[in-house]
């Protein structure tokens, strides 16, 4: 009974507010004061400021707040942009009638937001907002990271937004990262970006007519990107909060974790294997084994001895070229005899209850108190017991686990109640820490949302004293808006079936939208139930690796201490010999990984991307989730089902051709249809998209470190106007200087190709061994000139096929050098 009159009296419940707008030097001011009536939650504000900044052309932002209440920033999130004057010529027209406001792009007279219209209400209460816009259509909205759902989100879903580790089930609802942010992707092909910058426990409700965003606290604080195409709204969501970060290029390659190796004896056996079955292996992780009793920062001396994980690791860096990881969880075991805590105490740099007590939870180690990354001052504790850290286990990357915060108490972990809310977007209590906690920042319920940046942010910071002019690696579980800058993610805890392959590459495509373009799933899934009766299924393995080998940017595999072994070497021969062809494969891509990451540094572009990113005026791609693209270059199309060989892919209106072969694929080709294709378990449908050029190599060693200097091809596979372009990135592997970078562009006709230097700030001896042309129309071709003449080379044509090879008969033409070549 009560459930029902408080749900009828939320519906009803609407507040009238009078809005009085009036312009000024940056945009708008104005005030909403309130009438009548009242939200679902009073009391409520009588009165709300408001503020609009027309920032740049294509971005504005706006905000509504309670003066009277402490409105504190999120700390390191926007960049700086100090806005004394609106912008002159925005492409975006705002009208205020109707106690709401309109944003409408000019271009096109569509409407992008609009609250003027309101059907939920503006609520303005202690510990309840809400604001809605109005939407004339079902929208195709991506984003509202993380969880596991479809890449175009499901409307009439409430979509929770909260920091929790809540393992990967598909049911939509919030997990570890909180990002705010959505791109919609209107009918006629145009795209504009939303974020609500709030930390708070959030949601947004997407329904057919209307988008509505509630939090729990902090401001109605809003940025619109105008967009228009997706390339351009994550250029101008990055000039916000910053463009990825770019990882070392070892990053690229293979990765290998379990929890649950025993011993350092059993990852030596697990890496030589790698090697005994003709395996690159590239970075090795260490999960919350190596641990003492799983204390932070400490090594358990028996499994894990300080001297031969050290003499390991020396060897897996200077003899094979492999680097490591370790895990580190922000809890501090409570023990008045380990100094991680003890500090920690001295300098009450923790969280405490709101009595002023520090707060203790409990994860692995048992009883822990967390430190609070919201305090500036703790990067000299951080720094300090990192550098100790790395000393007796020197590592080149770190991985933040555990930072929604996890906590193995519902909450207080004693008889202690957390607050009541009179609204939450989900349970607040399971497995996390209690809300009503406070720390530097403020109010934890506050600061829960960007805990993991902070402690990112504090771990980048150690990671830069200690290896200067390197780049840091961290990988983080948590994530808020702007951790692209810092950290890179993977998709969490996920397990050993088909539909978690399937969802993952929606994951993938979200978290590039999310400004995280780093990222992948846990290849092989990382829980298997009761693999005793249900073995691991080595072909789903299979077919993982395959999507992890073109769509995962992290490409690791990993699995739980309970679930078994999925070591790709572990499944005879056939097995092992198709894993390995993908591994190799994976090789000969790495620099075009390594390109798009280079790229999303520069544009915030992701690196996997969804099929309407590339063809956004292709209607019938707008909701494609089980294929994608890897830049904007090659089309994949994967088995993701267990018991077939035969999948259906779509295939824009465009030239393909097949990756494997280089030829053009009639069966695809200029299609704008579905096709069915067949795919034996030893292959995957790759397509290069007419109009694309970029590097292979052919050359493989067990470790990436040991052929990414090795010679580069080119490939240049033309459109239907017979034209492509392309580029490579090249540098010294992990310099933190962003100059330091050789930056080529090819661009190719059906007479010429031409080779230009973008950026040359690095100098390298690797070499270009040869170019491909494919989708030529020419009957003969009978002489090829390249110049500068620097190098002998000899061609052949194949007028069937329209592919022209060149290559060179001498050392090659140096990868920075301008080239003209043309044939006839
Ligand atoms: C979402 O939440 C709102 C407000 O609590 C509720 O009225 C609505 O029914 C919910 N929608 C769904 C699909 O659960
Ligand atoms: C419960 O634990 C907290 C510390 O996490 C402490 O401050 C509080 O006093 C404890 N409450 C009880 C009832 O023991
Ligand atoms: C949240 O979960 C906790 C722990 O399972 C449970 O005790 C509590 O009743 C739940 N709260 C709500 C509001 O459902
Ligand atoms: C795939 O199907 C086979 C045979 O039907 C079954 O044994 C296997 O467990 C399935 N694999 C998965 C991961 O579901
Ligand atoms: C190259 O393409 C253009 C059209 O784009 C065509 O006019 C020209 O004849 C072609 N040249 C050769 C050598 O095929």
Redesign the pocket.
């Known amino acids: 009974m009560f459930i029902l009159t408080s749900l009828i009296a939320y519906c009803l419940a609407i507040a009238e507010y009078k809005q009085t707008v009036e312009q000024t030097a940056y945009g708008y001011k104005g005030t909403y004061k309130k009438e009548s009536g009242q939200g679902p939650f009073p009391p409520d504000a009588e009165t709300m400021n408001f503020e609009l900044h027309i920032e740049t052309e294509n971005r504005l932002h706006f905000r509504i707040f309670d003066p009277l209440k402490p409105n504190r920033e999120i700390p390191d999130v926007i960049l700086p942009a100090e806005v004394t004057e609106a912008a002159q010529n925005p492409n975006f027209e705002i009208t205020f009638e109707n106690n709401g406001m309109q944003v409408i792009r000019k271009s096109t007279k569509d409407v992008i937001w609009d609250s003027s219209t309101s059907t939920r209400g503006l609520v303005f209460a202690d510990e309840f907002i809400q604001i809605d816009t109005s939407t004339s259509h079902v929208p195709i909205i991506y984003g509202l990271h993380e969880r596991r759902t479809r890449f175009a989100l499901p409307s009439k879903f409430n979509y929770s937004l909260y920091t929790v580790d809540r393992n990967t089930p598909a049911d939509g609802k919030g997990l570890y990262g909180q990002h705010p942010f959505y791109v919609e992707l209107r009918p006629g092909g145009d795209s504009h970006g939303v974020l609500f910058l709030n930390s708070h426990p959030s949601e947004v409700e997407v329904e057919r007519g209307f988008i509505s965003f509630r939090s729990m606290g902090g401001m109605l604080d809003f940025y619109i990107l105008l967009g228009p195409s997706q390339e351009d709204v994550m250029r101008q969501y990055t000039d916000l909060v910053g463009r990825p970060c770019l990882v070392p290029q070892w990053a690229m390659g293979f990765h290998n974790c379990k929890w649950g190796y025993k011993s350092l004896t059993e990852v030596q056996g697990v890496v030589d294997s790698y090697r005994q079955n003709n395996m690159p292996i590239d970075c090795i992780w260490f999960d919350i084994d190596y641990m003492n009793e799983y204390r932070l920062f400490t090594l358990d001396p028996v499994n894990y001895p300080g001297d031969k994980l050290r003499a390991f690791l020396k060897e897996q860096k200077e003899t094979h070229g492999t680097y490591s990881t370790a895990i580190v969880d922000p809890g501090v075991f409570v023990d008045e005899n380990y100094a991680a805590y003890k500090e920690l105490v001295a300098n009450k740099m923790h969280l405490n209850t709101p009595r002023g007590d520090m707060y203790i939870g409990k994860v692995w180690p048992g009883s822990t108190i967390f430190p609070d990354f919201s305090n500036n001052n703790i990067q000299d504790y951080w720094y300090k017991f990192h550098k100790t850290f790395l000393e007796e286990m020197p590592l080149d990357g770190i991985w933040n686990d555990m930072n929604e915060i996890a906590n193995f108490c519902d909450g207080y972990c004693n008889e202690s109640k957390d607050r009541e809310y009179a609204w939450t977007p989900a349970n607040l209590t399971v497995h996390q820490t209690p809300t009503e906690l406070t720390c530097h920042h403020g109010p934890w319920l506050e600061a829960r949302g960007f805990y993991g940046n902070q402690e990112n942010k504090h771990t980048a910071e150690a990671l830069r004293k200690l290896r200067p002019g390197k780049r840091p690696f961290i990988l983080s579980r948590a994530s808020f808006v702007g951790a692209g800058r810092t950290n890179t993610i993977w998709l969490g805890d996920n397990h050993g079936t088909y539909s978690d392959m399937e969802d993952s590459i929606a994951g993938v495509l979200t978290s590039g939208l999310s400004g995280l373009p780093y990222v992948g799933a846990d290849i092989g899934g990382f829980t298997w139930d009761n693999v005793k009766e249900k073995p691991i299924d080595p072909n789903l393995v299979t077919r993982w690796i395959q999507v992890g080998t073109f769509l995962y940017p992290f490409y690791r595999n990993h699995i739980d201490s309970s679930s078994g072994y999925h070591e790709w070497y572990r499944f005879g021969e056939t097995y092992t010999a198709i894993n390995r062809k993908f591994m190799e494969e994976r090789q000969h891509i790495q620099s075009l990984f390594y390109t798009l990451m280079h790229e999303s540094h520069q544009t915030g572009a992701p690196i996997v991307r969804s099929m309407s990113y590339v063809f956004r005026f292709d209607g019938a791609t707008y909701e494609i989730d089980n294929q994608a693209m890897l830049g904007s270059t090659l089309l994949v199309t994967p088995v993701l089902k267990n018991n077939t060989n035969t999948v259906k892919g779509y295939f824009p209106q465009e030239r393909w051709y097949d990756y494997w072969t280089n030829e053009e694929d009639s069966r695809v080709t200029m299609k704008g249809a579905e096709v069915s294709l067949e795919t034996p378990l030893d292959s995957i449908n790759v397509h290069i998209k007419g109009g694309s050029i970029f590097a292979r190599q052919r050359k493989n060693a067990l470790a990436l470190s040991k052929m990414w200097d090795t010679p580069f091809y080119l490939t240049a596979a033309l459109d239907s ?2 034209h492509a372009e392309g580029q490579l990135f090249v540098d010294n592997h992990d310099d933190s200087n962003d100059e330091n970078v050789l930056q080529m562009k090819y661009t190719c ?3 010429t190709m031409t080779v230009r230097a973008l950026k040359r700030g690095f100098r390298t001896n690797q070499i270009v061994e040869g170019f491909m042309i494919v989708g030529l ?2 009957a003969a071709i009978r002489r090829v000139q390249i110049t500068p003449n620097v190098a002998p080379y000899s061609f052949n044509y194949n007028a069937e096929k329209g592919k022209l090879q060149i290559q060179t008969t001498g050392n090659g033409w140096p990868v920075g050098t301008e080239l003209n070549i043309q044939w ?1």
């Open positions: 106007s017979l006709t059906n007479t129309k020419q006839a």
